[in-house]
T-cell receptor, first 114, second 110 residues
């Protein structure tokens, strides 16, 4: 089956710094990837749709200048959390669209901002 | 706007008992419904989608457009079924974004 990887799996950073999270489709090409945020014991909240070669589409209430998304190739999308603050601490999950419009999810990245 | 409702946060059943995880949706167009499962410390994975009409790991789900429901059922629960289950919806035939329900934790006990 299609595999999506994320790097890093967990990251701890200081408040005010920026953190980049990578999402890769390992054995397929994905023109569309999605970024989600998941709080403890809660559902996934879609943050943005990442489109290869064009600007990301952000959901209402998500600051595009805060969460920078770059989808530079058909196998890689990156999410950069800029000037991170403790309230940005969360579990970030990406997914990629593969065959038959099925979404495959990455394992997630746990971000802790001190 | 599309919406997915999973009324139960936690469902606890005994091993061998039937399971029904409820999911209701609201959507003005033609929906495609999914069930995703997240086992402990694992990534979210697709369990089944209504267009496939499959039975996966003994689970089935039928789309009832009249009741706008897509309940997940299994006749005999197993311990390994314990996980978080999410119902999700998107616009049929498109690679569009998914709207997830809040999830139901299924706990199967001996």
């Amino acid at each position: 089956g299609a595999v999506v990887s994320q790097h890093p799996s967990r990251v701890i950073c200081k408040s005010g710094t920026s953190v980049k999270i990578e999402c890769r489709s390992l054995d397929f090409q994905a023109t569309t990837m999605f970024w989600y945020r998941q709080f403890p014991k809660q559902s996934l909240m879609l943050m943005a749709t990442s489109n290869e070669g064009s600007k990301a589409t952000y959901e209402q209430g998500v600051e595009k200048d805060k969460f920078l998304i770059n989808h530079a190739s058909l196998t890689l999308s990156t999410l950069t959390v800029t000037s991170a603050h403790p309230e940005d601490s969360s579990f970030y999950i990406c997914s990629a669209i593969a065959r038959l419009n099925e979404q495959f999810f990455g394992p997630g990245t746990r971000l802790t901002v001190l | 706007a599309q919406r997915v409702t999973q009324p139960e946060k936690l469902l606890s059943v005994f091993k061998g008992a039937p399971v029904e995880l409820k999911c209701n949706y609201s959507y003005s167009g033609s929906p495609e419904l999914f069930w995703y499962v997240q086992y402990s410390r694992q990534r979210l994975q697709l369990l089944l989608r209504h267009i496939s009409r499959e039975s996966i790991k003994g689970f089935t789900a039928d789309l009832n457009k009249g009741e706008t429901s897509f309940h997940l059922k299994k006749p005999f629960a197993q311990e390994e079924d314990s996980a978080m289950y999410y119902c999700a919806l998107n616009r049929a035939g498109t690679a569009s974004k998914l709207t997830f329900g809040t999830g139901t934790r299924l706990q199967v006990t001996l």
